[in-house]
T-cell receptor, first 114, second 118 residues
Framework: AQKVTQAQTEISVVEKEDVTLDCVYE???????LFWYKQPPSGELVFLIR??????QNEISGRYSWNFQKSTSSFNFTITASQVVDSAVYFC???????????FGPGTRLSVLP | DTGVSQDPRHKITKRGQNVTFRCDPI?????LYWYRQTLGQGPEFLTY????????KSRLLSDRFSAERPKGSFSTLEIQRTEQGDSAMYLC????????????????FGPGTRLTVT
């Protein structure tokens, strides 16, 4: 069965600090997709990134970066120079190659303090 | 507004009543997903459609739950004989899946319908 673990329940940082959100996954599939979503206080889930299991290149998008390590089954998310607007719950998710068996982690609540 | 929309945004009902929620996906998206999210948890997959065909149902989807997508566009989720344990946020998402090539799996979520069963 597929499983996503986000061990950090809550994280608090002060604005401008860097923060890394951990995600560890379990799957027996050889091809799969990993995702990160943001859920701000307004409640609507916002798609951040999708990563195919064959693509282990790290990705950077502005202040966001993702580190995919297949050897440790991890897909960690780093926010550089955090801002108050980054405060939200962040979910890591996993699906099979066909977009089925979609599983979300329990989420990490990030609070960025001014 | 070209995003995913859901109606109603909030629903309060008494135990035992039936409720129906509607989801309108992004117009060119052929896949539509339903999830349930309880407080402090991540979304739990319920079911999904490819066009009008319901391709997968979670074991979470009891016999009291039924979903339809009759014309491959909007979808409805009905809960019969609601129970207090059904209280949750019901989320709809849509995505575009292309035949014959890598599926585009980016799911875009609607604002959700918050159900409270009293």
């Amino acid at each position: 069965a597929q499983k996503v673990t986000q061990a950090q329940t809550e994280i608090s940082v002060v604005e401008k600090e860097d923060v890394t959100l951990d995600c560890v996954y379990e799957t027996r599939d050889t091809t799969y997709y990993l995702f990160w979503y943001k859920q701000p206080p307004s409640g609507e889930l916002v798609f951040l990134i999708r990563r195919n299991s064959f693509d282990e290149q790290n990705e950077i998008s502005g202040r966001y970066s993702w580190n995919f390590q297949k050897s440790t089954s991890s897909f960690n998310f780093t926010i550089t120079a955090s801002q108050v607007v980054d405060s939200a719950v962040y979910f890591c998710a996993l699906s099979d190659n066909y977009g089925q068996n979609f599983v979300f982690g329990p989420g990490t609540r990030l609070s960025v303090l001014p | 507004d070209t995003g995913v929309s859901q109606d109603p945004r909030h629903k309060i009902t008494k135990r035992g009543q039936n409720v129906t929620f509607r989801c309108d996906p992004i117009s060119e998206h052929n896949r539509l997903y339903w999830y349930r999210q309880t407080l402090g948890q991540g979304p739990e997959f319920l079911t999904y459609f490819q066009n009008e065909a319901q391709l997968e149902k979670s074991r979470l989807l009891s016999d009291r739950f039924s979903a339809e997508r009759p014309k491959g566009s909007f979808s409805t989720l009905e809960i019969q004989r609601t129970e207090q344990g059904d209280s949750a946020m019901y989320l709809c998402a849509s995505s575009l899946s292309l035949a014959g090539g890598p599926a585009l799996l980016d799911q875009y979520f609607g604002p959700g319908t918050r159900l409270t069963v009293t």
